[in-house]
């Protein structure tokens, strides 16, 4: 038996399959996911907030000063050792954390970049 008839053939049935398997999941999943981006009420904020440009200095200033560079963190409310009340990190809350992030990054690089100002009192 000749070794390289053999790889051929096993390199055209992994081609033959891996094909039949992507042909599969565009048919069976890419509709799932088209459900999944109707179902979610923040896409269209979401995708605004992905495409919007900063332009003007003083609009990259109130970004970077209104959204906070880090999660704000969790915390217990607690009398006599009891935990009353568990307030979980609000970045896990806010379904928009992740766009509003990459905006004051978009702003802080538009600063840095375009108007070479000093970013240290936004880190």
């Not at 896409?43 to 992905?50: A, D, K």
Request: proline letters at 6%; glycine letters at 2%.
């Amino acid at each position: 038996m000749n070794v390289s008839d053999h790889t051929v053939k096993y390199i055209s049935y992994i081609e033959f399959f891996t094909k039949k398997l992507q042909d599969c999941n565009k048919t069976l999943i890419n509709p799932f996911v088209n459900r999944l981006k109707k179902l979610d009420p923040f896409h269209s904020i979401r995708e605004w907030l992905n495409n919007l440009e900063v332009t003007e200095a003083e609009i990259a200033h109130r970004v970077c000063k209104m959204i906070p560079a880090q999660c704000p963190f969790e915390r217990k409310i607690e009398i006599f050792g009891i935990t009353l009340l568990s307030i979980p990190p609000l970045c896990k809350i806010n379904p928009l954390y992740n766009e509003l992030v990459y905006l004051r990054f978009r702003a802080i690089s538009y600063l840095a970049n375009e108007c070479g100002e000093d970013i240290t009192a936004y880190c």
